[in-house]
């Protein structure tokens, strides 16, 4: 299943089957920022989820510091890795970075996608997986 797919399965499947069914795949990829981000968002559907919805958040804020601290946004050698086009977004707009701004170019080198944020001569990059299945 693509993330795409898994925008719909969260809107046609019932909340608790959807973060039985996520958080399976969370164990595998524990770092995926969409689905810690998905995970968030049913939660706070349901009844008594506010807690673990927050938990989520914090989780999201965890791997998005960690990955702005130890990885780069500028130098190529150094990117940050990230499962998916969706997870780049996310991130940006945890960062405060308006991409609707900015122009975007995606290539591929070394089979991965790096895609380019530019505005005003400054750029950012990401290393996207060229192939993912979650």
Known sequence: IKTAAVYANFKEVKF?????????KLD?????????FLLSLAYGETKDGYSKANNYAKKIKIVTE??????????????IEL???T??????????????KMKRT?????????????????KI??????KITI
């Open 16 to 24: 608790k089957k959807f973060i039985s069914d996520t958080e399976a």
């Open 28 to 36: 595998q990829m524990p770092t995926n920022i969409t689905l810690l």
């Open 66 to 79: 960690a990955l702005t601290l130890n990885k780069s946004l500028t130098n190529k050698d150094y990117l």
């Open 83 to 85: 499962n998916c086009v």
């Open 87 to 100: 997870d780049e977004y996310i991130l940006m707009q945890t960062m405060g970075i308006d991409s609707s």
């Open 106 to 122: 995606s290539k591929i080198e070394n089979g991965h996608y790096i895609d380019t944020f530019e505005l005003n001569k400054e």
């Open 125 to 130: 990059y990401f290393r996207i997986l060229n």
